[in-house]
């Protein structure tokens, strides 16, 4: 597609239950980030994939963040038992290559995730 | 110590006043900086890109001073589009992990 795809763009869901979140990054971008964005706060790192390489996962807060991503492509954020903390906007981006650093991100429009 | 480290204002400016915002960072060995605007709801757009010489792109002008670690922006006669947050960002040696600041938010009235 022309940009960096996420869904659904708003989900609400109640504590304690688990959670997907997708994101479709540009065509041909090989690497895939996720972020978190809490209300008046600046982007947390949670995850990063560069081609085949192992993840860098060094950003997730805890061990109920996990994240794949199927055939260099498409990737999914799976938070599984949700607190109330877990609220904010996730957004994902894409770059073509990780070595252009922060300048060639693209980012999708973000889920806004409520727990309630 | 934050990795990046951003005053978060607001600053409130009319139209067509100067205003700069400035950015230190932690980890001397980080390789490229860059300013992204984030409007209200709005996922971050890439402004520009940061250099130890300095660059501008119209009314925007970028700095980076490596000795201090700290990067600066500086908007001329800013116009009333230019309300957005500014963030921050810096990408460490390898050019892999990307660090945000937590953004300067910036309103220009009329």
């Known amino acids: 597609g022309a940009g960096v795809s996420q869904s659904p763009s708003n989900k609400v869901t109640e504590k304690g239950k688990d959670v997907e979140l997708r994101c479709d990054p540009i065509s041909g971008h090989t690497a895939l980030y996720w972020y978190r964005q809490s209300l008046g706060q600046g982007l947390e790192f949670l995850i990063y994939f560069q081609g085949n390489s192992a993840p860098d996962k060094s950003g997730l807060p805890s061990d109920r963040f996990s994240a794949e991503r199927t055939g260099g492509s498409v990737s999914t954020l799976t938070i599984q038992r949700t607190q109330q903390e877990d609220s904010a906007v996730y957004l994902c981006?894409?770059?073509?290559?990780?070595?252009?650093?922060?300048?060639?991100?693209?980012f999708g429009s973000g889920t806004r995730l409520t727990v309630v | 110590r934050k990795e990046v480290e951003q005053d978060p204002g607001p600053f409130n400016v009319p139209e067509g006043a100067t205003v700069a915002f400035n950015c230190t960072y932690s980890n001397s060995a980080s390789q490229s900086f860059f300013w992204y605007r984030q409007d209200c709801r709005k996922e971050p757009k890439l402004l520009m890109s940061?250099?130890?010489s300095g660059n501008e792109d119209g009314r925007f002008t970028a700095q980076l001073n490596r000795a201090s670690q700290y990067i600066s922006l500086l908007i001329r006669d800013s116009k009333l589009s230019d309300s957005a947050t500014y963030l921050c960002v810096v990408t460490e040696a390898g050019g892999f992990k990307t660090i945000f600041g937590a953004g300067t938010r910036l309103f220009v009235k009329a």
């Open positions: 940061v250099y130890s």
């Open positions: 981006a894409s770059s073509s290559s990780a070595g252009t650093g922060g300048g060639g991100y693209t």
